[in-house]
């Protein structure tokens, strides 16, 4: 019971760390700033911002 | 917005990032497509096994005669299928798509990823083969048997490595909010779910510690594996589909960043009433409550980032499906916090309202999400359109509709079935009874929904079958980029 109760302890002490290590990270390495521009960065040049991108075309082209 | 307005750019950037995507989708192609593939496998037969398990709660002579298709064995047969075969398998496709798709790096070891997809599904085959010939381990979601364990940890095991690899090939910069979401959950499902098993199977501790385990993984495997890999998926996505960034991205840092810290704490409102420390239970009911904050903070952005832009569902299947998903998981979350409120739970536990809610979660939420992810992801991965508009609209209608009746009956039959339960003078087998037609109901709504299914996997594997290529001549989508050389 013992062993068992310190493995627990173990790995949810090693998972707060590394979730504040994650949040420390972040933190120190820019990710909250300037989050308006970050919100942009899953658009491409192709598949810029206005351009929808999954759709289905009209009744002519019904399969 | 229409593609209209887009800014005009630079025609070189604009080949250059449509060669990166096709590159990325490539190689992406096979372990990604066995992935998505073989989960709709799981899917089927998880869904056959619950509609058998669904009858024989109003029929308990169905299938009786076989000791393989008693209810002991199928209905955690269909719980683990679901939750490994199915949504774990959908979620690894999909995040690792995503993910490449996000650090803008092809997956480089996809033969190692290939050689994972296969011992994934090894280990759901000789785990749900394991449950119904009778060596389940009697944990609540956790039934495989140990023997099944090694496949998956060896399988999970290439995966982080390439997540990792993905993560550390990005380009410098920003680190979106889905890859944070799927990244986490490519942690945490291998701490929870080899620590559980570890401490409930392998070496199982004194019983009194064992529900506290048993219900910090189960109910972080709904929160902190299908969760985030859905919310990845969902907040890549809805502003990817219609072409306009998240409504608020500090909201989505403050929602995932809550989920992170405080989630992990709430498994053990499943232990209201029992015999347990008052503090443990007490903490998890706080934590439970606490979890409005992320919530609100992600119905927030995807609701009102779809707003103007709610009449694309019509046209866009991914959209359709995702938005339903993003809706009820606002729902499934409010729900799950008030449940955790003591004089409701005392209603709600040991009840159907609790399957209901569970449903709402996995089904109504991540299932529904991946169906959506996998809409918009294949037809990319192997630049072929779907071949049926008709059987996209089966697969929609008849989960929805399937869906909203199997909650609704499922989560009032509950309420009864609770406030009865909660009447001492009021007989055990009476309270049976009152619940026989919610119950026959959940069948039919449980069924529907399978035909649902059914048309997916036809539609899915007609896809593949079909040799019709798509490029140039779009059947689904519009916003297609002409190929210059055009297979013939």
């Known amino acids: 019971m013992i062993i068992a109760a310190s493995i627990v302890l173990v790995i949810m002490l090693l998972g707060s760390v590394a979730t504040i290590f994650a949040f420390s990270w972040a933190a120190t390495h820019q990710q909250f700033e300037n989050l308006d521009k970050a919100a942009e960065s899953i658009f491409d040049a192709d598949e810029p911002i206005g351009s929808a991108t999954d759709a289905f075309l009209t009744a002519t082209h019904e399969s | ?488």
Request: with cysteine; charged share 10%.
């Open chain 2, 1 to 488: 917005m229409n593609p209209e307005k887009a800014p005009a750019s630079d025609p070189g950037a604009i080949e250059e990032s449509r060669l990166q995507r096709l590159e990325i989708d490539l190689a992406a192609r096979w372990p990604v497509g066995i992935f998505i593939g073989s989960s709709l496998v799981w899917l089927i037969l998880g869904s056959l096994l619950a509609i058998a398990a669904s009858i024989k709660l109003h029929d308990p002579a169905f299938l009786s005669e076989n000791p393989w298709l008693t209810f002991g064995r199928v209905r955690p047969a269909h719980l683990n299928i679901v939750a490994y075969g199915w949504l774990s398998t959908a979620g690894i496709g999909i995040g690792l798509w995503i993910l490449s798709r996000l650090c803008r790096a092809p997956i480089r070891d996809n033969r190692s990823l290939t050689l994972a997809a296969v011992l994934w599904n090894m280990g759901n085959a000789v785990g749900s083969w394991g449950i119904l010939r009778g060596d389940s381990t009697a944990v609540e979601w956790l039934e495989y048997p140990t023997y099944a364990a090694p496949f998956l940890l060896v399988s999970f095991a290439f995966v982080m490595l390439e997540s990792v690899g993905l993560i550390r090939r990005r380009p410098p910069g920003h680190i979106y909010i889905s890859q944070w979401y799927i990244m986490a959950a490519f942690f945490w499902f291998p701490c929870l779910y080899f620590t559980a098993h570890g401490l409930l199977v392998l070496a199982p501790v004194q019983a009194p510690a064992q529900p506290p385990i048993n219900w910090w993984f189960a109910h972080n495997a709904l929160g902190l594996w299908f969760t985030p890999i859905g919310l990845g998926a969902a907040y890549y996505l809805i502003p990817k589909i219609i072409g306009r960034p998240i409504h608020s991205y500090y909201l989505s840092v403050i929602g995932f960043w809550s989920l992170a810290f405080f989630y992990a704490w709430n498994g053990m409102h499943h232990l209201i009433g029992g015999p347990f420390p008052a503090w443990l239970i007490t903490a998890s009911v706080v934590a439970s409550i606490m979890m409005f904050i992320p919530v609100i903070t992600v119905a927030i952005n995807h609701h009102f980032t779809m707003v103007g832009h709610f009449k694309k569902t019509i046209s866009s299947p991914a959209l359709r499906f995702v938005v339903f998903g993003a809706m009820c998981y606002t729902l499934a979350s409010f729900q799950g916090s008030t449940m955790a409120i003591r004089s409701l739970n005392g209603i709600t536990h040991f009840t159907h309202y609790t399957i209901a809610h569970a449903h709402l979660g996995a089904y109504g939420f991540a299932s529904m999400v991946f169906f959506g992810s996998i809409y918009y992801i294949m037809p990319r991965l192997l630049e072929r359109e779907w071949p049926s508009r008709f059987l996209i609209r089966v697969h929609f209608w008849s989960c929805a509709i399937g869906f909203i009746c199997y909650f609704v009956f499922l989560s009032w039959g509950g309420i009864l079935q609770g406030l009865e339960m909660n009447q001492k003078e009021t007989p055990f087998l009476e309270i049976v009874a009152l619940t026989m037609p919610y119950l026959k109901l959940r069948t039919v709504s449980g069924s529907l929904m399978t035909l649902g299914h059914l048309a997916f996997f036809v539609s899915f594997f007609w896809m593949i079958a079909s040799h019709r290529a798509s490029i140039g001549e779009p059947t689904l989508f519009t916003k297609r980029i002409p190929d210059p050389d055009p297979i013939p």
